[in-house]
């Protein structure tokens, strides 16, 4: 499988990418690891004319401490996150999820905003990002604007990302050793979640987000509210998939997402993670 003829440029700062998006509208997509867009590309169920690289765009892969964040660059790179000595010491619950995604190729091609943009409920990475109520930092030609996580995904495969914006820096709170879990269920080691579960803990309650649970990544608001009001483990995890709206595929029927969910908000609860 071909994809249809494109053009391509390679932006060299996020103000030309940013620039090459607003003159060429919807007709223009972002490309960075490539690894969502291409495949979708090759299917044509995309079908750009023009292909902005971001690749070339230098010092948008930083991973530093600012205050009580940690600032993430959007082409930092999976493997990045997962081998960031920083990160692993500062948000180990994102490190560990990094390390999860795909394979080892994956991981060293696909990056952050990529992840986050592409606005898939079976990624790993914005389920993590939700646990930690990440922020989505957006440029475009009017300028800087933040976007808390939970505003971000307004659909399956949609953000609130406009044509002609860029993800350019992911903002989380620094967790340090506080308890977190992710559990990622699947057929095989390198494979997609059929459902994932991140947990990271706060003083009194927990950030729960949930993986291919819904048309979007999903927050599991009940388990939260549950674990704020002090409720067992058992209680917390029997709320998971309140309020979810799992799709029936060849993985599973959506009863058994909503039973995995369940399972894996337990284990997640107790610390245990997918390796
Ligand atoms: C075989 C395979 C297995 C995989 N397994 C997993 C898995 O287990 N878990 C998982 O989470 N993911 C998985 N992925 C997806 C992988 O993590 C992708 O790399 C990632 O989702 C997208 O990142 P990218 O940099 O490749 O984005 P691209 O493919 O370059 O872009 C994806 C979308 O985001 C847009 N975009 C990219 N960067 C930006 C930006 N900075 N600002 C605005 N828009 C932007 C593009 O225009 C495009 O619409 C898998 C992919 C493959 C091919």
């Given at each position: 499988?071909?994809?249809?003829?494109?053009?391509?440029?390679?932006?060299t700062?996020?103000?030309?990418?940013?620039?090459?998006?607003?003159?060429?509208?919807?007709?223009?997509?972002?490309?960075?690891?490539?690894?969502?867009?291409?495949?979708?590309?090759?299917?044509?169920?995309?079908?750009?004319?023009?292909?902005?690289?971001?690749?070339?765009?230098?010092?948008?892969?930083?991973?530093?401490?600012?205050?009580?964040?940690?600032?993430?660059?959007?082409?930092?790179?999976?493997?990045?996150?997962?081998?960031?000595?920083?990160?692993?010491?500062?948000?180990?619950?994102?490190?560990?999820?990094?390390?999860?995604?795909?394979?080892?190729?994956?991981?060293?091609?696909g990056?952050?905003?990529?992840?986050?943009?592409?606005g898939?409920?079976?990624?790993?990475?914005?389920?993590?990002?939700?646990?930690?109520?990440?922020?989505?930092?957006?440029?475009?030609?009017?300028?800087?604007?933040?976007?808390?996580?939970?505003?971000?995904?307004?659909?399956?495969?949609?953000?609130?990302?406009?044509?002609?914006?860029?993800?350019?820096?992911?903002?989380?709170?620094?967790?340090?050793?506080?308890?977190?879990?992710?559990?990622?269920?699947?057929?095989?080691?390198?494979?997609?979640?059929?459902?994932?579960?991140?947990?990271?803990s706060?003083p009194?309650?927990?950030?729960?987000?949930?993986v291919?649970?819904?048309?979007?990544?999903?927050?599991?608001?009940?388990?939260?509210?549950?674990?704020?009001?002090?409720?067992?483990?058992?209680?917390?995890?029997?709320?998971?998939?309140?309020?979810?709206?799992?799709?029936?595929?060849?993985?599973?029927?959506?009863?058994?997402?909503?039973?995995?969910?369940?399972?894996?908000?337990?284990?997640?609860?107790?610390?245990?993670?997918?390796?």
């Amino acid at each position: 499988m071909t994809p249809v003829p494109f053009a391509y440029r390679r932006a060299t700062s996020v103000q030309e990418a940013i620039s090459l998006l607003t003159e060429h509208g919807e007709e223009a997509k972002a490309i960075a690891g490539g690894h969502s867009l291409l495949p979708i590309m090759k299917l044509r169920f995309a079908a750009p004319e023009l292909l902005v690289d971001l690749g070339g765009i230098p010092d948008l892969d930083h991973i530093r401490v600012e205050g009580d964040e940690m600032v993430l660059g959007a082409l930092a790179r999976h493997s990045d996150l997962e081998l960031s000595a920083l990160l692993r010491e500062e948000v180990p619950l994102l490190a560990h999820t990094a390390g999860l995604v795909g394979d080892c190729q994956i991981r060293h091609r696909g990056t952050l905003g990529g992840s986050v943009a592409h606005g898939d409920p079976s990624a790993d990475l914005p389920a993590t990002l939700v646990a930690l109520r990440a922020t989505v930092v957006v440029d475009g030609p009017g300028g800087r604007r933040t976007v808390p996580v939970d505003h971000f995904y307004t659909g399956f495969l949609e953000t609130a990302l406009a044509p002609d914006e860029l993800v350019v820096e992911l903002r989380v709170p620094r967790t340090g050793d506080a308890p977190w879990g992710y559990q990622k269920f699947r057929r095989r080691g390198i494979d997609w979640a059929i459902v994932g579960v991140a947990y990271q803990s706060e003083p009194g309650a927990g950030g729960i987000g949930l993986v291919n649970m819904g048309p979007t990544t999903l927050r599991a608001a009940a388990a939260e509210e549950a674990l704020r009001a002090g409720a067992d483990p058992a209680q917390v995890a029997a709320l998971a998939d309140q309020d979810t709206a799992p799709v029936g595929d060849a993985s599973g029927s959506p009863e058994y997402r909503r039973h995995l969910a369940r399972v894996l908000l337990s284990r997640a609860l107790a610390g245990r993670n997918s390796s």
